[in-house]
Nanobody, 125 residues
Framework: QVQLVESGGGLVQAGGSLRLSCAAS????????MGWFRQPPGKEREFVAT????????YYTDSVKGRFTISRDNARSTVYLQMNSLNPEDTAIYFC??????????????????WGQGTQVTVSS
């Protein structure tokens, strides 16, 4: 089992950048596929990005391609989401999620059994 704690959210102006971090407990982080999801106000939780555990291949939802980058540091048991060129539509609570093993890519909420508590990202216009 893994516990996940996000950090790095905040208030930023449109066009700005933020880097989210998600620190994982446990000694097997390197075998977890990790994902980032977000939940805009009044909407369902949605997929943002994922990185596979065995090849570090990354996958993104179309709206963030070219702006967001997911990466991981297995030595620090941490996954990151670098967000550039932010716009007000990116405003949401951002969650990291983990799934042990698998092939994926995994883009659905119910494919991930482990979740962090979320961090708020607000982009002002």
């Amino acid at each position: 089992q893994v516990q996940l704690v996000e950090s790095g959210g905040g208030l930023v102006q449109a066009g700005g950048s933020l880097r989210l971090s998600c620190a994982a407990s446990g000694r097997t982080f390197s075998t977890y596929t990790m994902g980032w999801f977000r939940q805009p106000p009044g909407k369902e939780r949605e997929f943002v990005a994922t990185i596979r555990w065995f090849d570090n291949n990354t996958y993104y939802t179309d709206s963030v391609k070219g702006r967001f980058t997911i990466s991981r540091d297995n030595a620090r048991s941490t996954v990151y989401l670098q967000m550039n060129s932010l716009n007000p539509e990116d405003t949401a609570i951002y969650f990291c999620a983990g799934k042990l093993g698998g092939v994926g890519p995994y883009r659905q909420v119910d494919e991930y059994p482990y979740w962090g508590q979320g961090t708020q990202v607000t982009v002002s216009s």
